[in-house]
């Protein structure tokens, strides 16, 4: 009966359900055919939902217990077509958390904004040791133990990059609680994982001389 419904030459052609009120089908010009369900909330305006479209993997059969099951919510005082605006607003959100993604923007905003001279080291440091570990994951659900695991394993290849992952995870994540993205960072309240030691010698003027004239001699990048 479906795919004997006539295609009409303008607008849609229905063809409704007799024994679930509201449930139908209708074709389109270009002969596409979808599963609907027509409802009101509270004797409010009616809305109409759309199930899919005819075929794989709606039949008949399995579009009429969608609205059986989308007619169940209604009853609860669920607006099927609200959830599904909520869904899909939450899937955008956690999308644009995702670790990778939310890197772009502090990359943006914050790093090319303040023309930063150390970008290229953010880059490599979320190369080599962030991105391949939180880069999928949403920023919201990065915890302390996920840090300080990290920062550990990195510490036994080199003291001095954990010191690195740990002060840009600590820049992003303060810059995301700025914006509103977290209410927290996973980093407050943490120490860096090593202790820099400080300098107390600079270079004398005759070995700046040396350096410099070994850079000219070595050639870009010095």
Do not use: C
């Amino acid at each position: 009966t479906v795919s004997a419904l006539p295609t009409p030459r303008a607008g849609r052609n229905f063809l409704w359900d007799r024994s679930i009120n509201g449930f139908g089908v209708f074709v389109t010009p270009t002969g596409h055919r979808s599963y609907v369900l027509q409802y009101r909330m509270n004797g409010g305006t009616t809305k109409r939902y759309t199930i899919g479209r005819h075929g794989s993997p709606w039949t008949p059969k399995q579009a009429r217990e969608r609205a059986l099951g989308l007619l169940w919510k209604v009853a609860q005082g669920i607006d099927p077509m609200e959830e599904k605006k909520a869904l899909k607003a939450a899937a955008e959100t956690d999308e644009q958390l995702r670790f990778r993604n939310y890197l772009d923007k502090f990359i943006l905003e914050h790093v090319e904004a303040r023309q930063l001279r150390s970008g290229g080291e953010l880059r490599q440091v979320m190369r080599d040791y962030i991105l391949p570990e939180f880069g999928e994951r949403p920023i919201t659900d990065i915890s302390k133990k996920d840090v300080t695991d990290l920062t550990g394993r990195v510490s036994r290849h080199s003291k001095s990059a954990a010191n690195k992952v740990f002060d840009w995870l600590r820049t992003m994540m303060n810059f995301a609680r700025r914006q509103g993205a977290i209410a927290t960072s996973p980093l407050d309240n943490l120490e860096r994982p090593h202790k820099t030691n400080t300098r107390d010698r600079v270079l004398a003027d005759w070995e700046l001389q040396r350096v410099w004239e070994a850079a000219q001699d070595i050639g870009f990048p010095y």
